[in-house]
């Protein structure tokens, strides 16, 4: 399993982005993939998790109504769209896959599949 993110980068507080993490090497029905950012000198935390089908999302309550996290099973991609940004949602985005149904983990121990992080920075 193969994980490739992207469209991180610098914007103002208030703007968008949209993070892509494209997803090869097997078929993925059944994984869950999830979105986690990592600020310096922080732990990495879960912000947004959706199973393959798309039925079943989760948020962190600080990007709750802010951010949406949806698939495209043709192209093998789960999309993170970050509207209104702010300061501290700066971090890496990292996107992660695990093999587990429709039950989403929320911590990083749970998901085994990586992908290279994205840098998110927000000015205020």
């Known amino acids: 399993v193969q994980l490739q993110a992207s469209g991180g980068g610098l914007v103002q507080g208030g703007d968008y982005l949209r993070l892509s993490c494209a997803a090869s090497?097997?078929?993925?029905?059944?994984?869950?993939v999830g979105w986690f950012r990592q600020a310096p000198g922080k732990e990495r935390i879960i912000v947004s998790a959706?199973?393959?089908?798309?039925?079943?999302?989760y948020y962190t309550d600080s990007v709750k109504g802010r951010f949406t996290i949806f698939v495209d099973t043709a192209k093998n991609t789960v999309y993170l769209q970050m509207n209104s940004l702010k300061p501290e949602d700066t971090a890496v985005y990292y996107c992660a896959a695990t093999f587990s149904g429709w039950n989403i983990g929320t911590q990083p121990y749970e998901y085994h599949y990586w992908g290279q992080g994205t840098l998110v920075t927000v000015s205020s």
């Open positions: 959706i199973t393959w089908s798309g039925r079943t999302t």
């Open positions: 090497g097997r078929t993925f029905n059944s994984y869950v």
